[in-house]
């Protein structure tokens, strides 16, 4: 279904500004426990829906902010093509503004790129009450500053996103998953050596047993790049990478122990830390599930060179994300007055005071 409610949406905007009323922007919700706890007055924005412009031939994908992966998916899907960053729902109303907004990406990011590196443009409705557009529709645009990106993993503090253009890929010939058993060392040494070789690999995974590794591509490519790697061939593997680790359905994310997203060099050792692990990446992105204060977690993370953010469970009244260098929450601070001087777009949800 295709509907364009920007009229409506900056109308609303419009009039919270007059009211100085906060708002807390939402699509089909899939994402509202991330971050801090959404703040304000709900701007429903799941109605803002539709493809706008779909080209395969250019690999191209353009749709408003409101309209779901589903149905995004399902339209490359006939195509033969697929969004690279393989983008995790966690849940089914979840929308393609959800997603910019929260810079979600999935198994195959290291590899094929992350949601930053695949939006081409966007149309924007700033906490001004204005309607702006950035970017294009191509790769090559040298046309001012790269705004489109900024939006992605904002969180929504900078402006709605009311449509967005994507780099779409065609979806691989042939895919195989391998698996073996190795300790968190050893694992984290086969997948930076991986990385290291023209080998076709589109994902990694440690879950503290097995580390898996999948393939994808042309079928010789992948058949001989299975005979270099070896290991046991993963029956479901689709569903493995796609419910398991994707979407979160891995028994290592059951349970209310608080998540913690860990960001770090892919070729940092095991990070002592009490809970548990899971590594993704090619190691660059670790979960643990663990009771840890937040700041004994930060600490052992920093050292290492990376950063901490609690993704699920625990205190969202506290920080969620890694404090900033005081240098770098200026930089934030000028960026929300630029786009939103009321604070008036999810305020507090990426920091508490912006």
């Excluded at 801090?36 to 994908?61: C, M, W």
């Excluded at 004994?296 to 890694?322: C, K, M, N, Q």
């Amino acid at each position: 279904m295709s509907n364009d409610d920007s009229e409506r949406l900056q109308y609303a905007v419009c009039a919270a500004i007059a009211a100085k009323r906060p708002l807390a922007i939402r699509g089909g919700g899939s994402k509202a426990f991330l971050g801090r706890a959404p703040q304000g007055e709900p701007l429903d924005v799941a109605g803002h829906s539709g493809i706008v412009n779909y080209q395969p031939k250019e690999l191209v994908l353009t749709a408003r902010g409101g309209t779901t992966l589903e149905e995004i998916e399902s339209a490359l899907a006939e195509a033969g093509q697929m969004l690279p960053f393989e983008p995790p729902r966690f849940g089914p109303g979840a929308t393609l503004g959800g997603t910019i907004a929260c810079g979600l990406s999935g198994p195959a990011r290291p590899y094929l790129g992350a949601a930053r590196d695949l939006v081409l443009g966007t149309r924007v409705l700033t906490g001004r009450g204005e309607i702006l557009r950035f970017g294009g529709e191509v790769m090559k645009n040298v046309a001012g500053y790269d705004v489109s990106r900024l939006m992605t993993g904002a969180y929504g503090t900078l402006g709605v996103l009311l449509e967005l253009s994507l780099k779409v890929l065609p979806a691989p010939a042939a895919t195989r998953t391998l698996s073996q058993e190795r300790d968190p060392a050893q694992a984290i040494e086969l997948m930076n050596r991986w990385a290291g070789r023209p080998l076709p690999v589109t994902a990694t995974c440690y879950d503290g047993e097995r580390l898996y590794v999948r393939l994808s591509g042309a079928e010789k490519g992948v058949a001989q790049a299975a005979a270099e790697i070896g290991g046991e061939p993963l029956a479901g593997a689709e569903s493995f990478w796609r419910e398991k680790i994707r979407e979160q359905g891995h028994g290592f994310f059951a349970g209310n122990t608080p998540l913690w997203r860990l960001s770090v060099p892919q070729a940092a050792p095991p990070l002592a830390l009490p809970g548990k692990q899971l590594i993704e990446w090619g190691g660059a992105q670790r979960w643990l599930r663990s009771d840890a204060p937040a700041d004994a977690i930060r600490e052992v993370v920093t050292r290492a060179g990376g950063h901490a953010s609690l993704f699920r469970g625990g205190d969202r009244s506290g920080e969620v994300f890694h404090p900033l260098p005081a240098v770098l929450m200026t930089l934030h601070r000028r960026l929300k007055q630029a786009f939103d001087p009321d604070g008036l777009l999810n305020p507090g949800r990426l920091y508490a005071d912006l």
